[in-house]
């Protein structure tokens, strides 16, 4: 009997071992891995749906890095995974046989793209397609286009959907607005269109128009992939929770003007620019407070009504949750420029503050949280007699004012019915503060032994010390 040559066989049963292995791994990536729910392998030998989910993800990013289209995570879920501690064990991670950051428990993860750059789409979402994905495409009306002149914005991109192999890539398009903010639009579906193509419910964006400051983006890898993601991540997480926006009403707005012409006289075209200017700087001083404020009363109303400030009215008017009050609030205007005319109550009861910026008057009324209402005080000068103004609950959106990005309360037609009444679409030029609104009512007076502390006019010459003022710092 022949000699077995035992280097011979044990050759042999490692080429054979190879091509097995090799014929496994041709079967997963050609057949397994296009079905759906299953890219790693589990314990007993089957793809698992983080890889799929992976792959698809490996798929997409590689089209937009070879069209060069700039497309940043903006998926809540992964980002909320990217704590700090997470990315200094990233190098750690992504050697790992998982998919950690990016393939969530959601089969939807969501880019952001600024439109501008979308000028490769229809080679990117051909060349897409030509991969397996399948696209449902929204679009809308282009708002930076509608005016009280016309109503007919170009339709433009706002999310496109790609799907593959039973996950969702949800592409969000910003676009640049004139208060230098980026906004997106809602996802609205046509009739036409098939309600089943992705989890809509699932979806972060798409359910309000948004609006966002511009995110500084930072270019590192996840799961093995490059991808861009914001630098400051807990403030877009913030931004997004409180992105909603509420457009202008155009339709009405031009209804209105035509029943009651704006004014175009010098006066008129004079405070509207002084109203702006004021406006910026109340935005960028509380702003580096991070103190939110939300336009109210008068201008709000000329926001809601007609899409502008009211000119006859010679203020502006905002509002502040006392919660959110800092007592550094009056020097930080005074740095900006602005002068102290009035302050009227005290933190707890009745809070109202007055500048001046040339001769337009800022009043920052404070908003005090009673059960289901919000109310806010007024006091009269000469008599000490309180006024209050009560408001049903609100939260806040988003809004354009003379091109600037500003709060108004979301629930925008109650508050103002509120504070104006039904006919709040009929101007009223004679306003008495104490017997106009709607809401007033008498809330009794400051005692004569508190009335230097809380009511008062400001003397250039003396300062501000902490929440109160001096008997020697205020006239009665």
Same mark, same amino acid.
């Given at each position: 009997m022949p000699r077995v040559n035992r280097t011979a066989v044990?050759?042999?049963?490692?080429?054979?071992?190879?091509?097995?292995?090799?014929?496994?791994?041709?079967?997963?990536?050609?057949?397994?891995?296009?079905?759906?729910?299953?890219?790693?392998?589990?314990?007993?030998?089957?793809?698992?749906?983080?890889?799929?989910?992976?792959?698809?993800?490996?798929?997409?990013?590689?089209?937009?890095?070879?069209f060069h289209l700039p497309l940043f995570l903006a998926d809540?879920?992964?980002?909320?995974?990217?704590?700090?501690?997470?990315?200094?064990?990233?190098?750690?991670?992504?050697?790992?046989?998982?998919?950690?950051?990016?393939?969530?428990?959601?089969?939807?993860?969501?880019?952001?793209?600024?439109a501008s750059s979308w000028?490769?789409?229809?080679?990117?979402?051909?060349?897409?397609?030509?991969?397996?994905?399948?696209?449902?495409?929204?679009?809308g009306k282009d708002p930076r286009l509608s005016s009280?002149?016309?109503l007919s914005g170009e339709e433009i991109p706002l999310h496109f959907l790609f799907r593959l192999d039973g996950y969702i890539i949800h592409v969000v398009f910003l676009y640049e607005r004139s208060g230098n903010y980026l906004w997106h639009g809602p996802l609205r579906l046509r009739a036409d269109m098939d309600r089943t193509f992705a989890p809509f419910s699932l979806l972060d964006y798409g359910r309000y128009a948004g609006a966002y400051d511009r995110p500084e983006l930072i270019l590192t890898v996840l799961d093995g992939l490059d991808v861009r993601v914001p630098r400051n991540i807990t403030h877009f997480l913030v931004q997004q929770r409180d992105a909603r926006f509420l457009e202008c009403?155009?339709?009405?707005?031009?209804?209105?003007?035509?029943?009651?012409p704006d004014d175009s006289s010098a006066a008129a075209l004079d405070f509207r620019r002084k109203a702006r200017t004021l406006l910026r700087v109340t935005t960028q001083t509380l702003g580096l407070l991070h103190i939110p404020f939300w336009i109210s009363s008068g201008t709000c109303l000329g926001w809601f009504r007609q899409c502008g400030v009211i000119s006859y009215s010679q203020d502006v008017d905002i509002g502040i949750f006392i919660s959110d009050f800092r007592p550094d609030i009056v020097g930080a205007f005074r740095e900006a420029g602005l002068s102290l005319?009035?302050?009227?109550?005290?933190?707890? &009861?009745?809070?109202?503050?007055?500048?001046?910026?040339?001769?337009?008057?800022?009043?920052?009324?404070?908003?005090?949280?009673?059960? &289901?209402?919000?109310?806010?005080?007024?006091?009269?000068?000469?008599?000490?007699?309180?006024?209050?103004?009560?408001?049903?609950?609100?939260?806040?959106?988003?809004?354009?004012?003379?091109e600037l990005k500003v709060r108004v309360p979301c629930e925008t037609q109650d508050y103002v019915v509120a504070n104006y009444g039904s006919t709040w679409s009929v101007p009223l030029k004679n306003w008495d503060w104490k017997s106009s609104p709607s809401n007033v009512q008498e809330n009794g007076e400051w005692p004569r032994a508190a009335i230097r502390t809380t009511v008062g006019r400001w003397r250039r010459t003396q300062t501000w010390i902490g929440t109160y003022c001096s008997k020697h710092e205020w006239e009665p």
């Open positions: 044990l050759s042999l049963l490692i080429v054979c071992s190879c091509v097995f292995l090799l014929f496994q791994l041709h079967y997963y990536r050609k057949y397994v891995t296009k079905q759906q729910g299953g890219p790693l392998l589990s314990p007993v030998h089957h793809l698992t749906n983080r890889a799929v989910q992976w792959q698809v993800l490996k798929k997409f990013l590689a089209l937009a890095h070879h809540t879920l992964a980002l909320s995974l990217l704590s700090q501690h997470a990315l200094r064990q990233r190098d750690r991670v992504v050697q790992e046989p998982q998919c950690s950051f990016l393939c969530t428990d959601r089969p939807v993860l969501a880019f952001g793209v600024h000028e490769s789409a229809p080679e990117f979402v051909a060349a897409a397609q030509t991969k397996g994905f399948e696209l449902l495409e929204l679009r009280l002149d016309t009403r155009f339709h009405e707005a031009r209804h209105f003007l035509q029943l009651y005319k009035h302050k009227f109550g005290k933190v707890e &009861d009745s809070l109202e503050l007055s500048f001046l910026s040339q001769d337009v008057k800022l009043d920052i009324f404070f908003f005090y949280e009673d059960g &289901d209402v919000v109310w806010n005080g007024g006091t009269q000068a000469k008599s000490g007699r309180k006024f209050k103004y009560t408001f049903p609950r609100f939260s806040l959106c988003w809004a354009e004012l003379l």
